[in-house]
C-alpha cells in the first residue's frame, strides 16, 4: 500500500462544504476559536448534517484522527505548514501556507 495525499481546499474564514473522502460522502465545517490556546477546528458530518465527529483542533505533526478510527474514515487528517511542519495554523494562513491534507493508502499494483 502506498500513501495518497489529497489538499482539503481550505479559505482563512470559517467555511461548511462537502467533499468525498476514502469513497465516503462527508459534510466538514471549519471554524476558528477565538479562545486562548485554541484556533481552527473541524468538525465532520454525514451528508445530512449528522455529526460523526466534533471539534477535531488543527493539531500539527500528528493524524487529526488518531483515535477515532472506529468511526470507518478511510485516511487520516494533517495539518502541514510551508517551511515549518510544526508550526500551528493562525487565522490568516489558513488554506495559504498553513494546509490541511487527507492522506489514505492506495493499492500500488504490486
Given at each position: 500500500m502506498?500513501p495518497?495525499?489529497?489538499?482539503?481546499?481550505l479559505?482563512?474564514q470559517?467555511?461548511?462544504f462537502?467533499?468525498?473522502?476514502g469513497g465516503?460522502d462527508?459534510?466538514l465545517?471549519?471554524?476558528?476559536?477565538?479562545?486562548?490556546?485554541?484556533?481552527?477546528?473541524?468538525?465532520?458530518?454525514d451528508?445530512?448534517g449528522n455529526?460523526i465527529?466534533c471539534?477535531i483542533?488543527?493539531?500539527t505533526?500528528?493524524?487529526?484522527?488518531?483515535?477515532l478510527e472506529?468511526l470507518?474514515?478511510?485516511?487520516?487528517f494533517?495539518?502541514?505548514?510551508n517551511?515549518?511542519p510544526?508550526?500551528?495554523?493562525?487565522?490568516?494562513?489558513?488554506?495559504d501556507?498553513?494546509?490541511?491534507?487527507?492522506?489514505?493508502?492506495?493499492?500500488n499494483g504490486?
Amino acid at each position: 500500500m502506498t500513501p495518497t495525499d489529497y489538499l482539503i481546499p481550505l479559505t482563512n474564514q470559517p467555511q461548511e462544504f462537502e467533499i468525498t473522502l476514502g469513497g465516503i460522502d462527508y459534510q466538514l465545517t471549519v471554524r476558528w476559536d477565538d479562545r486562548e490556546d485554541a484556533g481552527w477546528m473541524v468538525d465532520i458530518a454525514d451528508t445530512n448534517g449528522n455529526p460523526i465527529a466534533c471539534s477535531i483542533p488543527f493539531v500539527t505533526g500528528t493524524d487529526l484522527l488518531s483515535g477515532l478510527e472506529y468511526l470507518g474514515i478511510n485516511g487520516s487528517f494533517y495539518i502541514y505548514t510551508n517551511g515549518d511542519p510544526f508550526a500551528v495554523p493562525t487565522l490568516d494562513d489558513l488554506g495559504d501556507t498553513s494546509n490541511l491534507y487527507f492522506e489514505t493508502s492506495v493499492a500500488n499494483g504490486q
